[in-house]
């Protein structure tokens, strides 16, 4: 992720937003002044598709990791977070400068976590300004927009692409918003609920009782449930956005995978994977949940960027290959 970005994220996430004017729209969100839908059946629409080469399928360069996407048995629609902090309220999911940031940060080093053992489709779309999630009567309305975008596609994925497939759901930041959005709109308590493996909707708050047939995960092998987080070592606090749900928030330990308070060892952690995406880290942290947030020690290794104590953008980072090696054993878990 582009330092520029991070340290806008950042800078909204732990309240310091007295500098996010600079980065507003000047005029209030229109309808009428939205980029054109993307149309998901053109494959310039998706940053990630199984059966072509992009990001997704890449692995850190000094590993024996592979992309097994070609002999999956599972998908995962993956929803990339929020790249755009532009002058509109919405991005043009047609803008190869913001496509390329996308593609060469989240979906490279997000996205392909799970290319160990899914098809990955990550659809782009009009995601909202990053000021949205601080600015409720504009932001509201173009975060709705970037949903109903990533409803489309789920649905276009759906009819054209999933083959009766088991379904992971996965997402970061604003991405854990709309495939939160989405669970509730899809699969809670519908048939579809059948084919769904696990969701990810890390780094967002997800309260505990979001679903009524979709709870938090609680051990390693799990299915059918989610698992969110975000990360922050003691004494640093999450300001409350715009649009956060009311509480209590959920916390799945991704060392232990319990949905508990319980301390996991820095040895249980497999592995980080920094920003520059070339080698493997393990041990790089502790964890345990407290309150809804997931408490880390202070990583071993620089390279794993925060603001004061938050470590929002590292949520996949650190431990990248806990998330990895856990998904081949909740898909053993499917009934076959």
Not at 83 to 103: E, M, P
Not at 255 to 284: C, M, Q, T, Y
Not at 288 to 303: A, Q, T, W
């Amino acid at each position: 992720m582009p330092m520029l970005v991070r340290a806008a994220v950042l800078i909204l996430l732990t309240g310091m937003s007295s500098c996010i004017w600079l980065i507003s729209p000047g005029d209030p969100f229109a309808q009428n002044q939205l980029p054109d839908a993307p149309d998901y059946a053109n494959p310039a629409y998706w940053a990630a598709l199984p059966d072509r080469k992009d990001p997704a399928d890449e692995v850190p360069s000094n590993t024996n990791l592979k992309d097994e996407q070609s002999t999956a048995r599972v998908d995962v629609f993956f929803v990339h977070p929020t790249l755009y902090f532009g002058k509109t309220w919405n991005a043009d999911a047609r803008d190869q400068k913001i496509n390329n940031r996308v593609d060469q940060s989240t979906i490279r080093t997000q996205a392909s976590v799970f290319n160990c053992c899914a098809r990955i489709y990550a659809p782009r779309y009009r995601q909202a300004t990053l000021v949205s999630f601080i600015n409720k009567p504009n932001g509201g309305p173009a975060l709705d927009a970037a949903y109903s975008d990533v409803l489309r596609a789920f649905d276009y994925y759906l009819e054209h692409h999933n083959g009766g497939r088991p379904i992971i759901i996965a997402g970061h930041s604003q991405g854990s918003r709309h495939a939160m959005l989405l669970l509730k709109d899809r699969f809670d308590g519908k048939a579809l609920k059948q084919k769904l493996l696990v969701a990810y909707l890390i780094g967002m708050a997800t309260p505990e009782n979001a679903y009524t047939t979709i709870p938090p995960c609680d051990s390693a092998s799990q299915i059918g449930c989610f698992i969110s987080y975000r990360s922050a070592i003691d004494g640093t606090e999450f300001s409350k956005l715009a649009h956060d749900p009311v509480g209590p928030y959920a916390c799945t330990n991704p060392i232990s995978w319990r949905h508990d308070a319980n301390l996991a060892a820095a040895e249980l952690n497999l592995g980080g994977v920094s920003p520059d995406f070339k080698k493997i880290d393990p041990g790089i942290c502790s964890a345990r949940c407290s309150n809804g947030v997931l408490r880390i020690s202070k990583p071993e290794r620089s390279g794993y960027p925060d603001r004061s104590g938050n470590y929002h953008v590292s949520d996949y980072a650190l431990f990248y290959m806990n998330l990895r090696e856990n998904l081949p054993e909740r898909i053993r878990a499917m009934p076959h």
